[in-house]
């Protein structure tokens, strides 16, 4: 499709493994950023791409997140060790630049991860 | 702690009636912007508002800006079962971080 497309959809997993949690911005879309949605709270900022780089990591929770971005294109968020806490929706979002005022900035639909 | 509070957190009104939501900041904020979100779906946002003071309408969705730039409202006219949703706000500080509200769950009774 033309969207952003994010998988898995939904993960289970246990406490202690690793995640890898995929995103596929729209072609062309020089920005890229992930957030994460908890029940009851609203989006929560983790990190933004500009092409394969990532000028602002600062909302990353811990250094057990890392993400990177290759090919100016499709980017890998991992989760190491992960905790009951990590549960949560993974939202994914791409715009044509990092300025919002001049780019919509398009969600895809989420992952679903949940820590047992 | 969230920079931007909306209020209420849940509206649930009949077909035909009006309703207001808000999203209030101590913060100034370049420009705000509103979101509507369904389940399973990611945000899809819905308007920029970037001027103090500046008033924006969609169809039935009215949305305005604070003279200061801290708050913003989003009220919808005559509203429908598909009206129904999570309704986000977010506020652009700078050129590419928005600081979401925890939003305002709206249902639409037919």
């Known amino acids: 499709g033309a969207g952003v497309s994010q998988s898995p959809s939904n993960k289970v997993t246990e406490k202690g493994k690793d995640v890898e949690l995929r995103c596929d911005p729209i072609?062309?879309?020089?920005?890229l950023y992930w957030y994460r949605q908890s029940l009851g709270q609203g989006l929560e900022f983790l990190i933004y791409?500009?092409?394969?780089?990532?000028?602002?990591k600062s909302g990353l929770p811990s250094d057990r997140f890392s993400a990177e971005r290759t090919g100016g294109s499709v980017s890998t968020l991992t989760i190491q060790r992960t905790q009951q806490e990590d549960s949560a929706v993974y939202l994914c979002?791409?715009?044509?630049?990092?300025?919002?005022?001049?780019?919509?900035?398009?969600f895809g639909e989420g992952s679903w991860l949940t820590v047992v | 702690t969230q920079l931007l509070e909306q209020s209420p957190q849940f509206l649930s009104i009949q077909e035909g009636e009006n309703l207001t939501v808000y999203c209030n900041s101590s913060?100034?904020?370049?420009?705000l912007q509103w979101y509507r979100q369904e389940p399973g779906e990611g945000p899809v946002l819905l308007v920029t508002?970037?001027?103090?003071?500046e008033v924006k309408k969609l169809k039935r969705l009215t949305f305005q800006f604070g003279d200061a730039r801290k708050d913003s409202s989003l009220h919808i006219t005559a509203a429908q079962p598909g009206d129904t949703g999570l309704y986000l706000c977010?506020?652009?500080?700078?050129?590419?971080?928005?600081?979401f509200g925890a939003g305002t769950t709206v249902t639409v009774r037919a």
């Open positions: 979002a791409s715009s044509l630049g990092g300025q919002y005022r001049r780019n919509t900035i398009y």
């Open positions: 072609s062309g879309h020089t920005a």
């Open positions: 791409f500009q092409g394969n780089s990532a000028p602002d």
């Open positions: 913060s100034v904020f370049s420009s």
């Open positions: 508002v970037v001027t103090g003071g």
């Open positions: 977010a506020g652009v500080r700078g050129d590419y971080k928005l600081s």
